[in-house]
C-alpha cells in the first residue's frame, strides 16, 4: 500500500515510540485490525529495526511501516533495508529529505512555520509534519494552509486526541500522527486496539 492511498482510507499514523521487537508484530496487527495503514516505529525506541523488519515482513504491501526520529543521512539507508517506506523526522533537514527521495521513501520532515514549510516542499517533502501540535493551534494551521499549494499534506502530530481532531480536520489538516495517546511501552496490544478504535471513529 502506498502513502496515498493509506491516507486516502484511513488519515492516521500511528507513531510507536517505544516498541519492542518481540511486541512489534502484536501491537501492529492490532492497529491493521482497526482500520490503521500507516506505522511509523521512531529510531529512538529498542532495536527499531529490528521491529521494522518484523512488521515489514508479516504484513509486506499491506500496510506502510517507516521510521521515525529519523536525524541524518546515513540512517537512510538503513531503514530502506530494514523494509521501511516512510520517514518521517521531528526537524527539516534538506539532506534528509534529499536521502530519502534518493532511496525512493516517503519524507514527512518536521516544520512548525511557513518558512520551513516552504523549504522543506522545495527539498521534495512528500507531506508536513507540523510538528509540536501543541504549539500550532487550528487557527495557525488554517493560516498555514492558505499559502501552501493546495496539494500539499500537512499531519499535525503531538497532543493529537479524538476530542481535537475534528477542529483541526476544519482546519485544513490532511492527517494525523499519534503517539502516547495511542501506544506507550507499557501497554497490551489490546489496550492499543481500544484506543485505535476511538481514533478511528473521530474520522468517521
Known sequence: MGFDE?????PLIAILRGLRPEEAVDVATALFDAGFCILEVPLNSPSPLVSIERIAERFGERLLVGAGTVLDTQEV???????????????????????????????????????????????GA???????????????????????????????????????IPAYREAGADGFGIGSALFKPSVSASEVAAAAAKFVAAME
Open 6 to 10: 493509506g491516507l486516502a482510507k484511513l
Open 77 to 123: 539507508a538503513q531503514i530502506a533495508e530494514a523494509g521501511a517506506r516512510l520517514v518521517v523526522s521531528p526537524n527539516f533537514d534538506a539532506q534528509v529529505v534529499r536521502a530519502a527521495k534518493a532511496h525512493g521513501l516517503v519524507s514527512i520532515p518536521g516544520v512548525a512555520t511557513p518558512s520551513e514549510a516552504f523549504a522543506a516542499l522545495a527539498a
Open 126 to 164: 512528500d507531506a508536513l509534519k507540523l510538528f509540536p501540535a501543541e504549539m500550532i493551534a487550528p487557527k495557525v494551521v488554517r493560516s498555514i494552509r492558505a499559502v501552501l499549494p493546495k496539494t500539499t499534506r500537512l499531519i499535525p502530530v503531538g497532543g493529537i486526541s479524538p476530542e481535537n
